[in-house]
């Protein structure tokens, strides 16, 4: 199955809370989940009793949404994370974190993660001063992220640091006048406060 298109808005009216899809536009008074919108669907304002598995597959749902990958990308996360020494669910939301696609959203390259990785397909980016345009490349403690030089990509990431008064996370450096930036270290749990409970998602995929 292809990555989806549709409106974002719908997504996070399906999990009922913001996923920031669309950035600082999710901010704003006008926001479905602000103004109460109920889910999509026929029976989207219909209470219902939720499962064990449906409490469980809402916050697999919501973390793979917001990160912005398919069905097969996040499982293959989720056994990399299994295989790994230390507690699972934090060691699935560190490897997410280190995604280039994502560390150009921390850093304020793009408005949204999406946005992000529309900038990394397009090669506006080198780590460690080599091309690098796959938005899923994890990087390690020391890799630096920076935007060419060519006019084309200073201007397109410009616009957005400009703009943005977003803070950078204390586990990565910026250097806004350079463009660029550098993994300090590995984020803890707590730095990186997704709105799931991780634990729901390793017990959905032990089953």
């Not at 990555?3 to 996923?19: D, S, V």
């Not at 006008?30 to 916050?59: F, N, W």
């Not at 560390?103 to 793009?110: E, I, S, V």
């Not at 630096?144 to 803070?167: T, Y």
Request: aromatic share 6%.
């Amino acid at each position: 199955m292809g990555r989806y298109t549709g409106p974002a808005c719908r997504l996070c009216r399906r999990e009922g809370m913001k996923l920031f899809l669309k950035g600082d536009r999710c901010r704003m008074a006008k926001c479905p989940i602000e103004t109460g919108r109920p889910a999509p669907g026929m029976h989207g304002a219909r209470p219902s009793k939720k499962t064990d598995y449906c409490v469980q597959l809402r916050e697999k749902q919501r973390l793979r949404r917001s990160y912005g990958l398919r069905e097969g990308q996040f499982k293959l996360f989720f056994e990399r994370a299994a295989s790994k020494r230390g507690v699972t669910g934090e060691m699935l939301l560190q490897l997410l974190e280190m995604r280039l696609d994502n560390l150009a959203y921390r850093l304020g390259f793009g408005a949204s993660r999406r946005a992000a990785r529309q900038l990394v397909l397009h090669g506006h980016f080198t780590v460690n001063g080599r091309r690098a345009d796959v938005p899923s490349m994890t990087l390690k403690v020391g890799d630096k992220i920076e935007v060419k030089g060519r006019k084309q990509s200073q201007d397109a990431v410009k616009r957005v640091v400009d703009a943005k008064g977003r803070e950078v996370s204390s586990w990565l450096t910026l250097d806004k006048d350079a463009l660029k930036g550098e993994v300090v270290r590995i984020p803890t749990r707590e730095e990186i406060a997704p709105l799931v409970n991780e634990q729901l998602i390793v017990e959905l995929y032990s089953k």
